[in-house]
């Protein structure tokens, strides 16, 4: 028996630790599709819709970048983790793509050995409670029930933000957002603490979101974006390029609607170069010259993504806040296609 | 004349390890050993080289620092600064509480449901049946997650209980508390001379099975039954009370009071625990009931009948003839349902109990990135904590079964 369950141990142990090299491009490619990680359901974020289909702003990464590499948008073999779970699915080789709304963090990118390709949301965590507990400011929480996703971030910075004020609390511990909310309107806690675009998502869902206020507190700066495993650079920069392309191309004014035409028309060289009408950017990611054309076809620029899954005008109802270009003030800044 | 000669010395060749019989079988041992030392060494050098292929380090040094997240319930010091090993601990300490309250809810339960289903009143028999039957065959997920979720919708949230006139309201004397977030009930203050109120009804206790053993005694020696039940009951009771009275009444009991958000003070279980533990009793409990049945149907019919015949009224057959016998066919499988009951516990995270499954081997593996030492730590404590019970019934096996000479 003790055998048994050291060669098992071993063997599961063998098998997720054995990819790890530079070849999930050719992989990829090979398959015909993308593996991509995504939440189990967070609507605006990642969620099937009515038709079974994924939607939302996490799943547009999946879809560019399934666009970059393989021409369709659809060709994405949707994942979902959790947050437990996530980590060890992109270790092991079941997913090549993490986009799962995961904080970026010195542990995560080194000790880890994963590789953030870039920001796609400008985060802080939160607290969500009921309108009529009263409640007004996070310092107010002394003695709450928090619900909490295990094994993230936000349990860390929790932990961290009541001890420093001198503050108890008692953890809910849960597995997903759809437990969380389930928990949090059965008022198994009286407060639910996530990313604010988490919170803000989760309450567009409630059958009555005013009954629900959002805590003005911000205790955490979440950079959430999609990584990688580390070890194969080539595929590093695939996706963060594919990000970045999105970022660029609403900066230069690309859209979907326009991309078709603008690269054969436009003056401006780094759009050319962009689009690939110029120059040998898609070349030196081992893709077509038109890669990133396709990946803004498919989705949209970084805007369009925005506004069409968690925008102002959307149930979601998010401001762009930081996460607005450099030029309106915001932190996405997206270095030159150059 | 004869000649005497030597028989032929057999001179050994290769072949007879496969055909000889007398080497077949240590032949195929000595390969299959060689095989499987071989598939360990491989699996073991594939790990180390894949773990150095992605720069990761096989090390247990996580275990010592800070742990950073919190468990609200915990039977020994824990803050968010103690360590990782710490948390471990804290969550074997919690698994071994609801393994251990579960096993033994799961005996009493499968005891008397399995005697019961055995009963001629034939409502009686057919409830048995239904439970056993419901419970054997339905998995034990569902049953912790729809315990949880009735315990979580179906009662009234802290805040009910505030106001005036409030929707929800205590219960026992305003002592007890059913919420969505737990019960609520009053715990024991421990104040001065605690100690020896403790003590007194220890040695009370001991006074029971003092008296027990002589009435047995007596009763071998003149035949005359003494009442053992109601003086053992006395004895459970009065003098612990007049200590009690006696030492100023050093035990209080602190109610739970709504204050803040929640309940304070008083104990809390909480409802992943309740859902947790009466899930696991009640479905483990199913199985026992079977294996108790089958122990009284091993017991040959005319053990009853011969009881009968000397006059025993049937719940003294059943404790004193059939039950003793039957314990021989009951407790080997009963270790099995021990065991299967223990490891089953790491169904808690399905309700968010933080057991070592949650602890160690969920938020810890997850907020180091050491899955392959997390697992390994937790397979081992899995291990060593199925051969301790399995040891330890098997020592009370060896003490109930039948003694030959």
Known sequence: ?338 | MATLTDPPQQSFQLSQLIYDTRYRSTTIQVVAFILIMAGIWWLGNNVVTNLAARGKDFDFGFLGSRAGYDINQMLVEYSNDSTHARAALVGILNTLLVAFLGCIAATIIGVTAGVLRLSKNWIVGRLMTVYVEGFRNIPLLLWIIVIFAIMTEATPQPRDFRGEDAEASMILWDSVAITNRGIFMPAPQWGANSLLLVAIFLASIVGIFVYRSMARKKQEQTGAQSPVFLVGLALFFIPTLIAYFILGRPVTLNYPELGGFNFSGGLQLRNSFIALWFALSLYTGAFIAEIVRAGILAVNKGQTEASSALGMRPNRTMNLVVLPQALRVIIPPLISQYLNLTKNSSLAIAVGYMDVRATLGGITVNQTGRELEGMLLLGLFYLITSLVISGGMNLYNNSVKLQER
């Open chain 1, 1 to 338: 028996m003790k055998k048994s369950v050291f060669l098992g141990t071993l063997a599961v142990a063998g098998v997720a630790a054995g990819f790890a090299s530079a070849q999930t491009l050719a992989e990829v490619q090979e398959r015909g599709a993308l593996n991509c990680g995504v939440t189990t359901g967070l609507t605006g974020f990642a969620a099937p819709d009515a038709n079974g289909e994924w939607q939302g702003f996490d799943v547009s990464i999946c879809r560019a970048v399934a666009a970059a590499v393989l021409g369709d948008a659809n060709a994405v073999e949707f994942v979902p983790t959790t947050g437990q779970t996530r980590f060890t699915a992109l270790a092991s080789g079941e997913i090549d793509l993490l986009a799962r709304n995961t904080t970026w963090t010195f542990s995560r990118d080194v000790d880890l050995a994963f590789e953030f390709v870039g920001v796609n949301y400008y985060d802080g965590q939160g607290f969500m409670v009921p309108r009529e507990l009263g409640v007004s400011s996070a310092l107010e929480l002394d003695g709450a029930t928090v619900c909490i996703q295990t094994g993230t971030t936000t349990e860390l910075n929790l932990a961290d933000f009541f001890s420093s004020n001198n503050m108890s609390y008692e953890p809910v511990p849960i597995e997903t957002n759809a437990e969380a909310q389930q928990q949090y309107l059965a008022g198994a806690c009286d407060v639910y603490t996530t990313d604010a675009s988490g919170l803000a998502a989760t309450r567009a869902t409630f059958e009555d979101p005013a009954a629900h206020v959002l805590l003005p507190e911000i205790i955490s700066k979440e950079p959430l974006g999609p990584l990688v495993r580390h070890g194969d650079h080539e595929w590093g920069d695939i996706a963060r390029w594919t990000l970045n392309a999105l970022v660029a191309a609403e900066e230069l004014g690309v859209t979907s609607a326009n991309v078709g035409e603008i690269g054969g028309t436009t003056e401006n060289p780094e759009i050319r170069r962009l689009l690939g009408t110029e120059g040998e950017l898609g070349a030196m990611l081992g893709l077509d010259a038109d890669w990133a054309a396709r990946a803004i076809a498919a989705v949209g620029n970084y805007g369009e993504v925005f506004d069409g899954n968690i925008g102002e005008s959307t149930p979601i109802g998010l401001a762009r806040g930081l996460n607005a270009q450099w030029t309106d003030g915001g932190l996405l800044y997206s270095p030159p296609f150059r």
